[in-house]
């Protein structure tokens, strides 16, 4: 059975700065384009970032770029998202998803092809 799990979400003030991390059981990440998406309460749900399986190309949301990094160790089967200079508006439900499309003009979700964790909460207060 597949389990991906997110840690790493928080409160924050405006200005900080938080690292999500991403793990699975059951799967092989390094096979897979991963990515982080994120809902805010109202909002659809909406791609933020994302990695090819090799690490060598990455995406970023027009909001979040100079701001977010994403990056994998494959050694580690772990998917990271550092997130510096945090605003309100990145508050949200923050999910990772293994299996997705991704390039360099975006991320796409392959529906149930797709595997997707819990989610880890993101809260930045002003």
């Known amino acids: 059975q597949v389990q991906v799990v997110e840690s790493g979400g928080g409160l924050v003030q405006a200005g900080g700065s938080l690292r999500l991390s991403c793990t699975a059981s059951?799967?092989?990440?390094?096979?897979?384009?991963m990515g982080w998406f994120r809902q805010a309460p109202g909002k659809e749900r909406e791609g933020v970032s994302c990695?090819?399986?090799?690490?060598?190309?990455?995406y970023y949301e027009t909001s979040v770029k100079g701001r977010f990094t994403i990056s994998r160790d494959n050694a580690k089967s772990t998917l990271y998202l550092q997130m510096n200079s945090l605003k309100p508006e990145d508050t949200a439900m923050y999910y990772c998803?293994?299996?997705?499309?991704?390039?360099?003009?975006?991320?796409?979700?392959?529906?149930?092809?797709?595997?997707w964790g819990q989610g880890t909460q993101v809260t930045v207060f002003s």
């Open positions: 998803a293994a299996n997705i499309y991704c390039s360099g003009r975006g991320l796409v979700n392959q529906g149930d092809y797709s595997y």
């Open positions: 990695i090819t399986w090799s690490g060598g190309s990455t």
């Open positions: 059951g799967l092989r990440l390094s096979a897979y384009d």
